[in-house]
């Protein structure tokens, strides 16, 4: 999980640096295509599912409860939208 935080974390730097913004589904596309498992060794769902939206709540929750890092979850909170494009997140 600390690689998923961390990519995350990065990745939610670079979209908001560039106002751009990745949905749920793209990043279970982008995690699948690399090998990036769920915790029960699974590819992410393709229909976006649950498990996806999960991963991007826990490394909200995370940077924001256990880390006290504000900035990195509001990137996290704006970088990542549903698929109707809203912010879900945070």
């Known amino acids: ?18 106002n751009l913004v990745m949905s749920g589904q793209e990043l279970q596309k982008l995690f699948n295509m690399n ?5 029960n060794g699974n590819a992410y769902s393709e229909e976006g599912g649950q498990g996806i939206h ?3 709540a826990n490394v909200w929750a995370y940077y924001y409860n256990e880390k006290k ?6 990137n996290i909170s704006r970088a990542f939208v549903n698929q109707d494009g809203e912010y879900a997140w945070g």
């Open 1 to 18: 999980m600390s690689f998923k935080r961390a990519f995350l974390a990065d990745l939610a730097a670079s979209l908001m640096k560039n």
């Open 35 to 39: 090998g990036v498992l769920t915790q």
């Open 69 to 74: 890092d504000y900035q990195t979850a509001y």
């Open 54 to 56: 999960r991963v991007i």
